[in-house]
């Protein structure tokens, strides 16, 4: 929701054909240039290629539905964007980053802490999970359900604590977690299926925080590692 990845690795947001915040009237060719973009950040950045499935279904997806009317030409720049309640919609890269650690795959069932928008999970639909989101605000809430239902994307929002997760769909192949937290839910590890992957920024609210992949092997041992820095919005209770 408020990664800085781009600004703590000088990594240039220009890398597709239109410099960051150009109007893109053509969201088609808007779109095509926000994979070009992902794809030079990966190497600017170290993080490898990007998985081609999540470059595919964020092709398909219509990012610009998911902002505010006035923002849409903005859309597929890659930067956070305002989406109200003082969140924002992560910027493409630090999107496909997650999902691609997360090694999302079709039939998988994915829970996403922090449904924002609902961008994040309209890529996980489109990736043939099967999603379940939470998020803490009713009145985002209840919008990303209607705009995910509007879109076609079949998805369960829930309204509730992220940090508690949703037990009653539990286990889950892979969590994503959209807003940064001063440590790791114990829920969500014991949600996590063995053999997945939870990613989730690690760090106190107002501070730079650490995209941390967390993995449960098949004997349920925990461990951890370190991405790169990020800022996120808190995730709160």
């Known amino acids: 929701m408020k990664p800085i990845v781009r600004v703590l690795l000088g990594v240039a947001a220009t890398a597709g054909v239109t410099a960051l915040g150009a109007p893109r009237g053509d969201h088609g060719f808007a779109r095509e240039a926000m994979i070009g973009d992902i794809a030079a950040i990966y190497r600017e950045a170290g993080t490898g290629s990007p998985d081609e499935a999540v470059l595919a279904a964020m092709r398909r997806v219509p990012r610009h539905h998911f902002v505010p009317p006035a923002l ?20 493409p890269y630090i999107v496909a980053l997650m999902t691609d650690l997360a090694r999302v795959r079709k039939g998988d069932r994915v829970l996403e802490v922090g449904t924002g928008s609902g961008y994040q999970a309209a890529v996980l639909a489109e990736m043939g999970a099967t999603v379940h ?64 992957r939870m990613v989730i920024p690690v760090g106190e609210a107002g501070s730079i925080q650490v995209l941390t992949v967390v993995e449960k092997d098949g004997k349920g041992v925990v461990t951890k590692r370190t991405v790169l820095p990020v800022r996120f919005v808190p995730l709160t209770r």
């Not at 849409?72 to 910027?91: F, H, K, M, V």
């Open 133 to 196: 989101t939470i998020e803490i605000l009713p009145r985002l809430a209840a919008s990303a359900s209607e705009r995910l239902e509007r879109l076609g994307y079949t998805v369960n929002v829930v309204t509730g604590d992220g940090y508690e997760g949703i037990e009653a769909q539990a286990p889950f192949d892979s969590i994503l977690v959209t807003a940064g937290a001063p440590h790791v839910p114990p829920a969500l590890v014991r949600q996590l299926k063995p053999g997945g």
């Open 72 to 91: 849409a030409r903005y859309a597929y720049d890659n930067r956070p964007l305002p989406i109200g309640e003082e969140q924002t919609i992560s910027q």
